[in-house]
């Protein structure tokens, strides 16, 4: 038996779309991974220092980029937000930030937890949403919070935990598609570019009219995520960092690809879990998915 809390149509407003140095749109693993270890340790100081949330699953309702595109333009714009006018009437300088507002529910596996402390848990959960962010968005509201005790080869009880998740996409990982490609002697950027990528082919019939089609490499709802950290430094302490007690490194941002699935398209609750993984042979802090 496994204990799965079910966080029911989060609405976030003003999350950050910018997941990686490289890509605008749905928030990145880590953003949401980081959320729940944030609300771990945020019960543990209130006294349930036994409670781990060990895995999360993130599905997705409503998805609204702040972005525009005029008539005619080539490309998106940023709606940003600005500063006020000073008193000579200028703008002062800003930094665009890409934003989005949002409505997910979250499947999250829970250790620590049972019939004594579920109560006191559930309470202290509902109470932290109240107060903290998601993705760097405000919670402007959820729909409860459910505890469910769960048996993993009980397909009856998993599918009927999945189908809380819906309607809805579920992100999970497709790194093998980069693992594929990129085994034909191709970088990891190429890969990516390959499954991204839209082609467009012109064809004749019989009759010798031209019909045209767009495809991708492979099917289905392809994009690229942030998954994590690769460290690019020793681990030391470094001059003026903000925590005098903790090492320090600089590290890049790793991308890969994912892809967005109904939810009652899985049968088993651990394909669309995330969970933590840290390589320190390869210097690797990332958010995996795939088993």
Known sequence: MKNYLIVKHV?????NAMSSPYTIGFPSMTAWLGAVHA?????????????????TA?????????????????VNSIIGTANPLNKAGERPSFIEEARCHLEISLIIEVTGVNGDNKT????KVGEQLHKMKMAGGDILSFNGIELLFVDSDNDTQVKALIRKLMPGYVLIERRDLMTATMSVNKDALNALLDHIKVTHRASMDDDGNIKWSAGKKEPGWIVPISVGFRGISEICKAKNQRDENTEHRFAESIVTL?????????????????SYKVDLEQDLYVCKNQQ
């Open 58 to 74: 993130v599905s997705c309702h409503k998805f609204n980029l702040q972005t525009y595109k005029g008539k005619g333009d080539y």
């Open 120 to 123: 006191d848990f559930l309470a």
């Open 11 to 15: 609405h976030i407003h003003n999350a």
């Open 39 to 55: 609300l771990q340790r945020a019960i543990q100081q209130k006294g349930l220092v036994d409670v781990f949330l060990i895995k």
């Open 258 to 274: 994912g892809e967005f699935k109904m939810p009652y398209r899985f049968q088993n609750i651990n394909d669309i879990m995330w």
